[in-house]
């Protein structure tokens, strides 16, 4: 099985920091999705990427940019944390469009 | 960004209760996925469908891709606690890139 591993549960960070989030994914897919879970807002995109290198973003990516320099590995960064980006974040990996995103466990980010 | 409209938001019912949920759009879809998420953790995938009239099961879980490829159907049969958590739908739009829009979740409680 696809395994992604986002490299924290829980995150607590202040304020204007600046935050990093990790993703990796064991299966060599070449598309991974960053996404923010809110209640009633459900999953919304914020940046995804087709290759290394290559970014495009989302619905949401305002205050966030992302980084993947390798094809395991996609990093979401929050460039000045706000506590209007306290949330759930999920990562995603896709091996083609017909198969459906393999989520990592998600990390719980708190901007105090 | 688009979403989809997912109903009901959420629901209370007894064990072994058949449960049904359904995601609309005004968009022709490609692709629908069915996701549950348990609490503190990642969607995990239900059901794929792919062709408009699929009818799929999953052991209790049946889901359907509506004829007008403009919506699907979950229904859980015979329901039991650990059915409790987050059922999202994902639709891929036709003609879209790997990007999949995800409808605001459905909250299913079971009551024993």
């Known amino acids: 099985d696809v395994k992604v591993t986002q490299s924290s549960r829980y995150l607590v960070k202040r304020t204007g920091e600046k935050v990093f989030l990790e993703c990796v994914q064991d299966?060599?897919?070449?598309?991974m999705f960053w996404y923010r879970q809110d209640p009633g807002l459900g999953l919304r995109l914020i940046y995804f990427s087709y290759d290394v290198k290559m970014k495009e973003k989302g619905d949401i990516p305002e205050g966030y940019s992302v980084s993947r320099e390798k094809k395991e590995r996609f990093s979401l960064i929050l460039e000045s944390a706000s506590t209007n980006q306290t949330s759930m974040y999920l990562c995603?990996?896709?091996?083609?469009?017909?198969?459906?995103?393999?989520f990592g466990s998600g990390t719980r980010l708190t901007v105090v | 960004g688009q979403q989809l409209n997912q109903s009901p938001q959420s629901m209370f019912i007894q064990e072994g209760e058949d449960v049904s949920m359904n995601c609309t759009s005004s968009s022709i879809f490609n692709t629908w996925l069915w996701y549950k998420q348990d609490p503190g953790e990642g969607p995990v995938l239900l059901i794929a469908?792919?062709?408009?009239?699929e009818l799929t099961s999953n052991g209790r879980l049946t889901a359907q891709f509506g004829i007008t490829r403009k919506d699907s159907f979950l229904n859980i049969s015979a329901s039991i606690p650990s059915d409790v958590g987050i059922y999202f739908c994902?639709?891929?739009?036709?003609?879209?890139?790997?990007?999949?829009?995800f409808g605001t979740g459905t909250r299913l409680k079971v009551l024993a």
């Open positions: 299966m060599d897919h070449e598309n």
């Open positions: 994902a639709g891929q739009l036709r003609g879209g890139t790997y990007k999949y829009i």
């Open positions: 469908l792919y062709k408009a009239g």
């Open positions: 995603a990996s896709l091996r083609d469009r017909n198969y459906g995103y393999t």
